[in-house]
Nanobody
Framework: QVQLKESGGGLVQAGGSLRLSCAAS????????MGWFRQAPGKDREFVAA????????YGADFVKGRFTISRDNAKNTVYLQMDSLKPEDTAVYYC?????????????????WGQGTQVTVSS
């Protein structure tokens, strides 16, 4: 049983930083892609970033370039999302997700496993 648990959310002022963590357990993730998504009130869930567990190849939405960095620690089975220069429009629930096999790394429907989410609130 795959389990993903996010942590690290909170309230931060605009321009500040947060680091989200996603602890993964339940199986060997070497062939998986790990993703971060977010969902603001009244909006669809959207792709933020993804990383391949084995090679560490990263993907990111246009709006995070230069501000957010995804990384992973294989020894700890943990994926991170470092968020810098946060803006009020980054306010959302952030979700960690895992997928296996071919397909789009940015599509919500490609991910079979999801964490419960962690709230990020950026004040102006």
């Amino acid at each position: 049983q795959v389990q993903l648990k996010e942590s690290g959310g909170g309230l931060v002022q605009a321009g500040g930083s947060l680091r989200l963590s996603c602890a993964a357990s339940g199986r060997t993730f070497s062939s998986y892609v790990m993703g971060w998504f977010r969902q603001a009130p009244g909006k669809d869930r959207e792709f933020v970033a993804a990383i391949t567990w084995s090679g560490g190849r990263t993907y990111g939405a246009d709006f995070v370039k230069g501000r957010f960095t995804i990384s992973r620690d294989n020894a700890k089975n943990t994926v991170y999302l470092q968020m810098d220069s946060l803006k009020p429009e980054d306010t959302a629930v952030y979700y960690c997700a895992a997928r296996y096999g071919s397909g789009s790394n940015s599509a919500v429907y490609e991910y079979a496993y999801w964490g419960q989410g962690t709230q990020v609130t950026v004040s102006s």
